[in-house]
């Protein structure tokens, strides 16, 4: 892909959940799916598939891999820096998940100083989410696309790759 620069390496493609640790080959009833464990990244990149607008995130030192960091609280990361359709007025935070509650990447506002962990989002209904569809709780299911996620939306196409 060569949107922000190019480089990208595409994870998944959902329209609900995704798991990102074992969820490694495409498959018709899954759809796009690429192990992405063990590639080192600083960004990542979320593509709404219907709009085609993109939100990019960044973060400076040392880059990250899925493997050995699932589960890790949000401050493991740092914070992030938005481009593309994603508003500048937060800083983000990114979430690496394999939790029973919710698995995929989540990127989404840092606020009342808290930060998110893989099963509790600090009650975040102002900022911008990017996420797949929670796994177990309805309250979370559907896909959230640079809107507010900590509620139930609809299901809708997107992929997350990284660099």
Known sequence: MSSFGGGWTMCYTTDSHVNIKTELVTTPALGYRADCNNIPFTEVIFVDEKSKQKAAFKKSGSPVTFTGNYDKQANAYGLWTAQGVATT??????????????????????????????????SDS????????????????????????????????????IR
């Open 126 to 161: 102002t900022s911008a989410y990017f996420r797949t569809s929670a796994v177990s709780d309805k309250g979370y299911k559907g896909v959230a696309f640079n809107q507010n996620g900590h509620k139930p939306l609809p299901n809708r196409l997107i992929s997350a790759g």
């Open 89 to 122: 007025q937060y800083k983000y935070q990114m979430l690496i998940c394999d939790a029973s509650f919710y698995k995929g990447l989540h990127v989404s506002g840092f606020t009342k100083n808290c930060y998110k962990r893989c099963h509790q989002w600090c």
